[in-house]
């Protein structure tokens, strides 16, 4: 189950000017450590498998062929949670994008309101 709905999606867009920039960060680094840890399991995974192939006299026993089955769930599986997480980590990266544009414009706003108020100012 994705982390976000589409309504809490909405309600993040919606008060995204109520939200902080840092803790919009913050949700970013999390999501993006996440992915990579699932990212060093599916290759330490994808490595066992294929030492276990290139093995072939091991890959006979029963225990290793069980052992390949649980490998191949496994990376079905964090194969499955990379690909829930790319939009998310997507979405969370154009939020973040947003709502620096966002404080640019205000910010740009404001000096430019100031400028007018007080046209001395400034270079």
Not at 20 to 38: A, P, Q, R, V
Not at 78 to 88: F, G, L, S, T, Y
Request: proline letters at 3%; one cysteine or more.
């Amino acid at each position: 189950m994705p982390l976000f709905t589409w309504g809490t999606l909405h309600e993040i867009g919606v008060v995204l000017s109520g939200w902080e920039l840092n803790n919009l960060i913050k949700l970013n680094i999390t999501l993006g450590s996440h992915f990579l840890n699932l990212e060093n399991r599916l290759i330490a995974a994808e490595d066992e498998v294929q030492s276990l192939k290139q093995n072939n006299g091991q890959t006979s026993t029963p225990e290793a062929q069980k052992r390949l089955e649980e490998l191949k769930r496994t990376i079905k599986t964090i194969d499955n949670e990379k690909k829930r997480c790319v939009p998310e980590l997507n979405l969370i990266s154009r939020l973040i994008e947003t709502k620096k544009n966002q404080e640019q414009y205000w910010e740009n706003l404001n000096l430019k309101k100031e400028s007018n108020f007080n046209p001395g100012a400034g270079g």
